[in-house]
């Protein structure tokens, strides 16, 4: 059974850093690209980054800069570096494939605010 299980967020003032992950179970990460997605509050929810099994990475444009994805296979690990945060970062942060096709965990909120 595939999982995914997200950590590391938490309450951060402007500026401030996190660092999340995204633990797989029921796959090997070496064969599948993943990436992370946030929904704040009223909104839908949006893909942020992906890393591919050879490591090419892609940045949407708000987060190009600030954010960063890496992947350790052997732990089966996505991350994602949050750097610079701003208020508008805020919201719930999940992992999955780029074409959302495993089922959704719980994600990891993420709140920006002074």
């Known amino acids: 059974q595939i999982r995914l299980a997200e950590s590391g967020g938490g309450l951060v003032q402007p500026g401030g850093s996190l660092r999340l992950s995204c633990a797989g179970s029921g796959f090997t990460l070496d064969r599948y690209g993943l990436g992370w997605f946030r929904q704040a509050p009223g909104k839908e929810r949006e893909g942020i980054s992906c890393i591919s099994n050879r490591h090419g990475t892609y940045y949407a444009d708000f987060a190009k800069g600030r954010f960063t994805i890496s992947r350790d296979a052997a732990k089966n690990t996505v991350y994602l570096h949050l750097n610079s945060l701003k208020p508008e970062d805020t919201g719930v942060y999940y992992c999955?494939?780029?074409?959302?096709?495993?089922?959704w965990g719980q994600g990891t909120q993420v709140t920006v605010s002074a």
């Open positions: 999955n494939t780029a074409g959302r096709a495993f089922p």
